[in-house]
């Protein structure tokens, strides 16, 4: 399984398609065997699911996205996971716990300033 978590610095991102890159987990029997790093290519809409699709990863982590986005994701058969925050490690070691799930939090404006955890 790969898990990308999009990033800034080294804590989950606010949202997805504002990150600077994101951090892909490769998991075998839930447990992190290596990390790769892989900047965000730029906010289009509908590219960076597919984009993600083509990195063979099968689940997002972010703080927010967008509803479109969403679907998009999971329209690629990837699963998504929103309100998330915290160090990316960490959080992926809590998804991998079953201590982390989706609060299916949607941006609606595309500063999102403040309103993607809402």
């Known amino acids: 399984m790969r898990i990308a978590v999009a990033r800034d610095r080294n804590f989950v991102s606010p949202h997805f398609g504002h990150c600077e890159g994101f951090n ?21 809409p509908g590219f960076l ?5 083509e990195n063979e990863v099968d689940v ?43 609060t299916g939090s949607v941006c609606h404006e595309h500063q999102h300033e403040g309103s993607c955890h809402s």
């Open 49 to 53: 699911p597919v984009f993600l699709k």
């Open 60 to 102: 997002i982590i972010a703080g927010g996205m967008g509803a479109a986005a969403q679907q998009l994701f999971q329209e690629n058969g990837i699963k998504v996971v929103v309100g998330a925050e915290g160090y990316c490690q960490e959080v992926v070691e809590k998804y991998l716990a079953g201590n982390l799930e989706s």
């Open 24 to 44: 892909i987990y490769n998991v075998k029997d839930n447990k992190i065997l290596d990390k790769t790093f892989v900047e965000n290519p730029g906010h289009r």
